[in-house]
T-cell receptor, first 111, second 114 residues
């Protein structure tokens, strides 16, 4: 399983764009990169998943460079409700099912 | 229901007591997972079911932990002779198929062993 490194915490003001970068140097060829969000007293929630280049959905964008050794989750114009822990999970390649969460990045959005 | 449902939401057990935690996955979801989350940590994998078959129980911390899914739907995580280090949030998740797919989590059961 690929080991990940993320900032432990980040602060941002409302309305700003937030970028959270995750390093995963030994990602396997068939691994996808998935990001989950977890609010207090809730289970994690899937945000976005990608394999390479850029993926965008209604919630976030995911940027993955060509070497795939890192990925960046981009949250446009954050609001107070985006305050949560964000987890980067490389893995879930073909035949895999186990999600390895790590400690995540605690994002605090300040009014 | 629309999502994964877990019960009870909170459980306080005396040390040595047995507990049973229930998970109702999303209807039709083949895969079911249990995770344990200690305070301030990310969730850690416990076990995985595909329908009624328990394909991986490598994350169960000891033989006091037991999980079942007899009819391929509802699952129960049982902890025998609870100890203080078992205090954590226990999360259940389900997905329509295992690889490369979105997992839907329940709100969890917070277990406190006193």
């Amino acid at each position: 399983l690929a080991k990940t490194t993320q900032p432990i915490s980040m602060d941002s003001y409302e309305g700003q764009e937030v970028n959270i970068t995750c390093s995963h140097n030994n990602i396997a060829t068939n691994d996808y990169i998935t990001w989950y969000q977890q609010f207090p007293s809730q289970g994690p929630r899937f945000i976005i998943q990608g394999y390479k280049t850029k993926v965008t959905n209604e919630v976030a964008s995911l940027f993955i460079p060509a070497d795939r050794k890192s990925s960046t989750l981009s949250l446009p114009r954050v609001s107070l409700s985006d305050t949560a822990v964000y987890y980067c999970l490389p893995g879930s390649g073909a035949g895999s099912y186990q999600l390895t969460f790590g400690k995540g990045t605690k994002l605090s959005v300040i009014p | 229901g629309a999502g994964v449902s877990q019960s009870p939401r909170y459980k306080v057990a005396k040390r040595g007591q047995d507990v049973a935690l229930r998970c109702d996955p999303i209807s039709g979801h083949v895969s079911l997972f249990w995770y344990q989350q200690a305070l301030g940590q990310g969730p850690e994998f416990l076990t995985y079911f595909q329908n009624e078959a328990q394909l991986d129980k490598s994350g169960l911390p000891s033989d006091r932990f037991f999980a079942e899914r007899p009819e391929g739907s509802v699952s129960t995580l049982k902890i025998q002779r609870t100890q203080q280090e078992d205090s954590a949030v226990y999360l259940c998740a389900s997905s329509s198929r295992a690889p490369n797919t979105e997992a839907f989590f329940g709100q969890g059961t917070r277990l406190t062993v006193v």
